[in-house]
């Protein structure tokens, strides 16, 4: 019986330990979706700017005291502009972006 309980408890928490991972690692954006008003402009660096439109969905991410971050979803109709990172920490790192004058 005290054996049977042990084993219920283990594949319990293995199960709650796999869905909190496949959940991490799987998140679905927030439901919370917005919509550029203006253009921004995107930097990384001095010499390296983009942009995104108007009309641009953001989907919610964190907000923090002085900053928001939104998750952004491209289509690339070229798969070869893009380098899989295998080697980087799995730290998002936001760019930043400036309201269009």
């Not at 991490?24 to 700017?49: F, G, H, M, N, W």
């Not at 900053?67 to 690339?76: D, F, P, Q, R």
Request: proline share 7%.
């Amino acid at each position: 019986m005290i054996k049977s309980a042990i084993l219920w408890c283990a594949m319990l928490s293995a199960i709650s330990f796999c869905a909190g991972y496949w959940f991490a690692e799987c998140k679905v954006p927030s439901s919370l979706v917005y919509e550029l008003r203006r253009p921004v402009r995107l930097q990384i660096t001095p010499d390296d700017k983009g942009s995104l439109p108007k009309g641009t969905q953001l989907y919610f991410y964190r907000e923090l005291p002085e900053i928001t971050t939104y998750y952004v979803y491209v289509n690339l109709k070229e798969r070869d502009l893009v380098v899989r990172n295998d080697g980087g920490d799995r730290v998002i790192d936001p760019i930043a972006a400036y309201p269009v004058d």
